[in-house]
């Protein structure tokens, strides 16, 4: 896209519509601390089961 034309696209499906709200979320919290500490404590949970999705798979 040409510059001043901003384009965010998603994935269709559940994981689409859950990135949406993620990428929505993350635009508002710009502009509301308690919604960015939120959002940081999902994101660090987010990466605590991907980290213990690892471990169990290189367990296996």
């Known amino acids: 896209m040409p510059p ?3 384009v965010a696209t998603m994935a269709i ?5 859950r990135n949406a709200g ?3 979320t993350q635009i508002i919290a ?6 960015a500490d939120k959002l940081e404590k999902f ?3 987010m990466a ?3 980290e213990n999705t690892a471990k169990k798979i ?3």
């Not at 499906?13 to 519509?17: C, E, F, T, V």
């Not at 710009?30 to 919604?35: H, Q």
Request: aromatic content about 0%; cysteine-free.
């Open 48 to 50: 605590r089961q991907v």
């Open 13 to 17: 499906g559940k994981p689409g519509a």
């Open 58 to 60: 290189e367990s296996l």
């Open 30 to 35: 710009t502009a509301d601390p308690t919604l």
């Open 43 to 45: 994101k660090q949970e």
């Open 22 to 24: 993620i990428l929505a």
């Open 4 to 6: 001043g034309i901003p």
